[in-house]
């Protein structure tokens, strides 16, 4: 009798691809990014570290105003 295929386990197919995307064996190819883009791009970036990054937040995502929640 033949053997039964191997059960998958949660996480299997994220854990491959991973792999694959570490390897570099199914990678496209280098697009180029036009100037003007690339400029914006940078300067969101560098505008990033004007702010310091919170040791924590003050409020909970369940108790924000403003904030939908679904339900009825």
Do not use: N
Request: proline letters at 8%; zero cysteines; charged letters at 20%.
């Amino acid at each position: 009798t033949p053997a039964a295929p191997a059960r998958s386990q949660i996480g299997d197919a994220t854990r491959s691809l991973f792999r694959l995307q570490a390897s570099g064996q199914q990678a496209g190819p280098r697009l180029p990014i036009l100037g003007d883009q690339a400029t914006l791009s940078y300067a969101r970036y560098l505008k990033s570290f004007q702010h310091e990054i919170p040791d924590f937040f003050e409020t909970d995502v369940g108790k924000s105003k403003g904030t939908s929640s679904s339900g009825p």
